[in-house]
């Protein structure tokens, strides 16, 4: 009896406290919801009036308003900041000392916050490098100088640089070769297949795709536009956050025509065509510079037959000693200019050649015929038969040139003669030429292949570097000082025709400065100099063009970018490169700093 009616009160208990339990939940559930919510709405400090009016977005409030230590959730923003800062840090862009002591920092610096981006990352660099992987990609992340590259090449590429130019060669120039380029190329729109294969193919592959990490976007820029996979170098500034704008750019604007190069920096694509032309070159090349045979020059002969009354041959030095007498041999600043040349190129010379004019030499033979329309240049190794028109002769435009700057030719110039035609393409100027040979041949000199051609016209027939306005000097990324001027040079030229005007742009062609050229001598090359100062710390890009006397404005134009810098970095701060031909990739390069 005792035992069920403990069990009955026991349950009875039990009840009551399930009903007691039942009842007060929903009490204090909303009693613990209330004072979450308390703690929620109530921040730690109450707001301020500015703190309200910026959360209630009122009229008049604007950036310049905000008191940032009050900003609602600093501490939160600050976390984001230390986070991408430190990011930054890691990923900064690589700046290189090249071993000639240029400064070059390839990936502008994200100085200023985009307003365009819905992450503000103010100056923190994480979108170039981090996203994009800018310092990893393009011809110049591995090949810090393309001239370099082409040098040391396996096989020997032809002579595109100019080391007394300092043109830098880019991927623009040698897709201006590799594209369309028939008499020159055996085959057309041929750099991708040869690019493919020789990163990716088993000579390449071990160092490219392993070595170095290289995978196509290391090249290339993949796109939503329907442009497909674009050359990375072709676009980056376009792609590249942190580069200046400058609206109708102001600057110091010079030209010069009398500035000559020595007979070293007289380009020569040399071993193109024949035997000797690598013979010639072999002699020249690699700091040899052998000493050719006086002999060689004292028993050359120069032959003038074909159309004339009197044909005949005779020494090279007796046909000199003759023209001095007659007061005859020419010293002047003259110009040559590769139809080939692409924008940015090496191929132009501007020197003081010594010879004697070919009037003179076929008035020696008793004139020309009345038939006559032109001469061929040929030369002694019956290499070269190119033809010049007869205005040319009567103009005094065409010499055989024995000396270059006052010193006669080298191998690689044509030792112990070239001819010399001012106003074609470089080819007319046959080394060793042995021949004038006057004709009446029915010859079109406008022919590209069979004539003399001034520039050189792609498929469509446009003139691709007619004219051509070419910055020298400029590695991709060189640092300067800001607020110091800083003088950029180069060169326009138009081939037969006069520059009118040079145009620079810095913000991406919206706007040109115009400069007007007075009258100038379309035989001699147009040396310019630009001197800018940049107010601002930053990336800039500079782009320049060129108008002719016809009206022909640049088809191709040349952009490089610069990096203003207030504070110089010093050199042993930064990646010192000791070779430019091949680099190791940047985190390698990082980690040998380390270690040192």
């Not at 308003?65 to 501490?75: A, L, R, S």
């Not at 920092?105 to 992450?119: G, K, L, S």
């Not at 020419?330 to 080939?340: F, G, Y």
């Given at each position: 009896m005792h035992l069920k009616k403990t069990i009955v009160t026991t349950t009875i208990c039990l009840v009551c406290g399930l009903s007691l339990v039942a009842g007060c939940a929903p009490q204090q559930s909303e009693q613990a919801a209330n004072k979450a919510n308390e703690g929620a709405a109530k921040p730690q400090s109450p707001l301020t009036d500015e703190?309200?009016?910026?959360?209630?977005?009122?009229?008049?409030?604007?950036?310049?308003?905000?008191?940032?230590?009050?900003?609602?959730?600093?501490?939160?923003?600050?976390?984001?900041?230390?986070?991408?800062?430190?990011?930054?840090?890691?990923?900064?862009?690589?700046?290189?000392?090249?071993?000639?002591?240029?400064?070059?920092?390839?990936?502008?610096?994200?100085?200023?916050?985009?307003?365009?981006?819905?992450?503000i990352q103010a100056g923190?660099?994480?979108?170039?490098?981090?996203?994009?992987?800018?310092?990893?990609?393009?011809?110049?992340?591995?090949?810090?100088?393309?001239?370099?590259?082409?040098?040391?090449?396996?096989?020997?590429?032809?002579?595109?640089?100019?080391?007394?130019l300092d043109n830098k060669t880019t991927l623009q120039q040698c897709l201006f070769c590799h594209s369309y380029a028939p008499g020159y190329l055996a085959k057309q729109y041929e750099f991708g297949t040869l690019m493919h294969g020789i990163h990716f193919g088993a000579l390449g592959k071990e160092k490219f795709a392993n070595e170095y990490g290289g995978n196509c976007m290391s090249c290339h820029n993949a796109t939503e536009n329907g442009a497909g996979l674009e050359m990375w170098d072709l676009t980056k500034y376009d792609r590249l956050w942190g580069i200046n704008k400058v609206e109708n750019v102001e600057g110091e604007f010079a030209i010069d025509q009398e500035m000559t190069q020595y007979q070293s920096g007289v380009f020569s694509y040399d071993w193109m065509h024949a035997y000797y032309d690598n013979m010639r070159h072999g002699a020249g090349v690699n700091g040899l510079n052998l000493e050719m045979p006086q002999s060689l020059f004292d028993e050359w002969t120069i032959t003038v037959d074909g159309n004339v009354n009197s044909e005949y041959t005779a020494k090279l030095p007796d046909l000199i000693k003759e023209a001095e007498a007659a007061g005859?041999?020419?010293?002047?600043?003259?110009?040559?200019?590769?139809?080939?040349n692409p924008v940015g190129g090496g191929g132009v010379t501007n020197t003081e050649v010594t010879g004697i004019p070919v009037s003179w030499l076929i008035e020696r033979a008793g004139g020309y015929k009345d038939d006559t329309t032109g001469v061929r240049a040929l030369r002694a190794d019956g290499s070269s038969k190119r033809a010049f028109p007869m205005n040319k002769v009567d103009s005094n435009e065409a010499l055989l040139v024995y000396k270059i700057g006052g010193e006669y030719l080298d191998a690689t110039r044509g030792y112990p003669c070239t001819n010399w035609v001012e106003g074609v393409d470089a080819q007319i100027n046959s080394k060793q030429v042995g021949t004038y040979r006057v004709t009446n041949e029915d010859i079109d000199y406008t022919d590209k292949w069979a004539g003399n051609p001034n520039a050189w016209q792609n498929e469509a027939g446009d003139m691709m570097n007619k004219p051509n306005a070419t910055i020298l000097g400029v590695p991709d990324g060189l640092l300067v000082q800001n607020g110091q001027p800083y003088t950029f040079n180069g060169y326009v030229d138009a081939y037969d025709e006069k520059v009118t005007s040079v145009e620079f742009s810095m913000d991406n062609g919206e706007t040109w400065t115009k400069y007007d050229i007075a009258d100038m001598d379309r035989n001699k090359m147009v040396w310019w100099k630009y001197t800018y100062t940049p107010q601002i710390e930053g990336a800039y890009c500079l782009t320049v063009r060129a108008t002719t006397e016809s009206g022909l404005t640049s088809y191709e134009t040349q952009t490089v970018m610069f990096n203003a810098k207030d504070k110089m970095p010093n050199p042993e701060d930064t990646t010192v490169l000791t070779s430019t031909s091949l680099v190791p990739p940047k985190v390698e390069a990082a980690s040998d700093k380390a270690e040192k």
């Open positions: 703190q309200k009016a910026v959360i209630e977005g009122r009229e008049g409030i604007t950036n310049e308003d905000i008191n940032e230590d009050q900003y609602p959730g600093k501490e939160y923003l600050d976390g984001l900041w230390d986070r991408w800062d430190s990011i930054a840090s890691e990923v900064a862009p690589e700046i290189r000392t090249l071993p000639n002591g240029q400064m070059v920092q390839r990936t502008p610096t994200e100085y200023e916050v985009n307003p365009d981006a819905w992450q923190s660099n994480s979108y170039n490098t981090y996203w994009l992987d800018s310092d990893n990609r393009g011809c110049e992340s591995c090949h810090a100088d393309m001239n370099s590259l082409l040098k040391h090449l396996p096989y020997e590429h032809p002579v595109a640089w100019n080391d007394e005859a041999v020419v010293t002047k600043t003259s110009k040559m200019v590769c139809n080939w």
